[in-house]
Structure formats: C-alpha cells, structure tokens
C-alpha cells in the first residue's frame, strides 16, 4: 500500500489542522491505520489509529479530546483532525497502515508496514 500524506503547516497556539492520508495503490481495508509522529530528538510517537474495518479508534492520552481520526473508505483516505493544537505537537506526522493490531499495539511504530513519507507540523 502507497500511503501520501497531506496537510501539515504551521500554526498558532490553539489552531487547527487536518491532516489526510490517501492510499494511492493498494486499499487500507480491513487494516489498522495509525498516524505516528516524530519530534526532533525524540522518539517515534502513536497519536491515534482506527481500524477500517470495524471503525474502533485510539488515542494517545496526549492527544484526547483534541484530535480525532476518521475515514473515508470510498476515498480510501483516513483523516486526523487536529484541534487545540500546543507547541509540544510540533513533529513529522507519519500515516501507517498495518494489520491485526490491537488496543495494545497500535501505538507500536515496528507493528506497522507501510508508511507515508511525513508531513511536518509546526506550532508555535
């Protein structure tokens, strides 16, 4: 699956962004897709996820009540809005899908197969 990923910027203390990755080959279906991020120095970061085939989410406890990921399966495109957004979300954020993870896992970047190329988010 070739994952792209769109969307990142720079923003103000308290903006909002959404961030949007597309399966250009390959379909996301019955997967686990993640969004993953990187800060400079640190390492990577699982932010949410939503398995495609039965819509269950997860969130990292940093991100709660201020991101939410959705899909579009006839776009074969998953979304990350993102609200409320702080300095410290600054970071790559990486699209992923992989297969068979649970509420356990998804936050694990080696549980993952493919990945997108990143887009960078910048608060300040």
């Known amino acids: 699956v070739q994952l792209v990923e769109s969307g990142g910027g720079s923003v103000q203390d308290g903006g909002s962004l959404r961030l949007s990755c597309a399966a250009r080959?390959?379909?996301?279906?019955?997967?686990?897709m993640g969004w993953i991020r990187q800060a400079p120095g640190k390492e990577r970061e699982g932010v949410a996820a939503i398995h495609t085939g039965g819509g269950n989410t997860y969130y990292a406890d940093s991100v709660k009540g201020r991101f939410t990921i959705s899909q579009d399966n006839a776009k074969n495109t998953v979304y990350l809005q993102m609200n409320s957004l702080k300095p410290e979300d600054t970071a790559m954020y990486y699209c992923?899908?992989?297969?068979?993870?649970?509420?356990?896992?998804?936050?694990?970047?080696?549980?993952?197969?493919?990945w997108g190329q990143g887009t960078q988010v910048t608060v300040s």
């Open positions: 080959t390959g379909t996301f279906r019955s997967a686990c």
């Open positions: 992923a899908a992989g297969f068979h993870l649970s509420s356990s896992t998804w936050p694990l970047s080696g549980m993952y197969n493919s």
